[in-house]
Structures are given as structure tokens and as C-alpha cells.
């Protein structure tokens, strides 16, 4: 079983809709990190949170530790939001490297 | 600022041939990483350096060395390549341990 788990593996959704990936950890963090890969591989950062709630533009990230769970929400969800969105967990032992769920790939249609 | 670069982008090898991915970062970050990605796979974790002079293995090490020539570079050398090491390589950096990383833009291999 994976330490990092996500769900859905995939999704696809009409332009506008409201868009919620979820990351569960079976592991101990000391923080969850959510990555956008675009179509053309590059990875980019969109978050890293070890509590609570993070808002960037139209994404909003949410953790709630007790549960080991992160949500990622794309509000007015747009074609260019196409990608994969990968959750990943620092855990708490040695170096603390992040742990990585096997990613969401999204697919926003106009 | 490039943010980390990597070189080559992509690689075609035979079973055997030896080579070195390079990876380069100006952001003065003090950790760097070595992942590989593979179709249903997820990113997984090569190699390692917490800090400049240390490196450590990670998930998958086997076949694999690398060198932190210095702070900003962070090479991984393939000895003799085999086609389980087809792949996609991306080099990542963050400021310490547990932080943010940024990723390169990924070496895609090819082992014939």
C-alpha cells in the first residue's frame, strides 16, 4: 500500500466546474506538499502546508492532520488548469524527503 | 535566474554505455535531488544530498551513483546502462531539507 494515496487517478470536467483532488498520508508529516505537472512535463510547487488552509488565485489547498488528508480545489476551473496534480508528504524521519502520491491527471474541456 | 537546469534533455543509450545527467541550480539552495519517473509509477527518489559534501540514497539507488561537485551541481552517473533505466530524470533543489522544491525540466532516457 501506498504511503501517499490519491483519488481520483483521473478526472475530467467541463469549464467552470468546481474541482476537488484528495491526498490521503499514512505516513507522519511535517508537511504536504500539492505539484502541477504540465502536458509538456515540467513540475511546479503550487503549495506546501502543515496546517490549515493556503490560497493561490483560484487554487485552495486545505490539511487536516487529524484525518491525514489534503484536499486541492480549482474554483472556475479552466482548460489551461489541464495537468497532473501530484500529492507528496515530508515526513518527519531523517532528511525528511518528500513521499509522493501517484499523481491526478485533470482534464478541464471548454 | 535559469532556477535548476539539466543537461542533456534527451538521451538515447545501449545496453551498457556509461553517462552522467547534469543538474545545476543558482537559487544557493543547500539540498538537491535526483527523481525518476515512470508511467503509473509517481516520482521516485535516487539519490540525495541534504547539504553540500553529503549525499544518500533513496528509494530506488541501484545502478546509480552520484557526485555533489559543489554547491550549486549535482551529477547522477549511470555506469552501465540497462533498459530498466528507460526513464524520465528530473533534478530538484530546496533551500533545506523539507522545504519547497523546484524541479529541472527532466532528462528523458532512452536505453536500447
Known amino acids: 500500500k501506498n504511503e501517499v494515496e490519491q483519488s481520483p487517478q483521473n478526472l475530467t470536467a467541463q469549464e467552470g466546474e468546481f474541482i476537488t483532488i484528495n491526498c490521503s498520508y499514512s505516513v507522519g508529516i511535517s508537511a504536504l506538499h500539492w505539484l502541477q505537472q504540465h502536458p509538456g512535463g515540467g513540475i511546479v510547487s503550487l503549495f506546501m502546508?502543515?496546517?490549515g488552509k493556503k490560497k493561490h488565485g483560484r487554487l485552495i489547498a486545505t490539511i487536516n492532520i487529524q484525518e491525514k488528508h489534503s484536499s486541492l480545489h480549482i474554483t472556475a476551473s479552466h482548460p489551461r488548469d489541464s495537468a497532473v496534480y501530484i500529492c507528496?508528504?515530508?515526513?518527519?524521519?531523517?532528511?525528511?524527503?518528500?513521499?509522493f502520491g501517484q499523481g491526478t491527471r485533470l482534464t478541464i474541456n471548454p | 535566474n535559469a532556477g535548476v537546469t539539466q543537461t542533456p534533455k534527451f538521451q538515447v543509450l545501449k545496453t551498457g554505455q556509461s553517462m552522467t545527467l547534469q543538474c545545476a541550480q543558482d537559487m544557493n539552495h543547500n539540498s538537491m535531488y535526483w527523481y525518476r519517473q515512470d508511467p503509473g509509477m509517481g516520482l521516485r527518489l535516487i539519490y540525495y544530498?541534504?547539504?553540500?559534501?553529503?549525499?544518500d540514497k533513496g528509494e530506488v539507488p541501484n545502478g546509480y551513483n552520484v557526485s555533489r561537485l559543489n554547491k550549486r551541481e549535482f551529477s547522477l552517473r549511470l555506469e552501465s546502462a540497462a533498459p530498466s533505466q528507460t526513464s524520465v530524470y528530473f533534478c530538484?533543489?530546496?533551500?533545506?531539507?523539507?522545504?519547497?522544491?523546484?524541479f529541472g525540466p527532466g532528462t528523458r532516457l532512452l536505453v536500447l
Open positions: 502546508l502543515s496546517s
Open positions: 544530498s541534504a547539504s553540500e559534501g553529503t549525499t
Open positions: 507528496a508528504a515530508t515526513d518527519f524521519q531523517g532528511a525528511q524527503k518528500l513521499v
Open positions: 530538484a533543489s530546496s533551500r533545506d531539507s523539507g522545504e519547497t522544491q523546484y
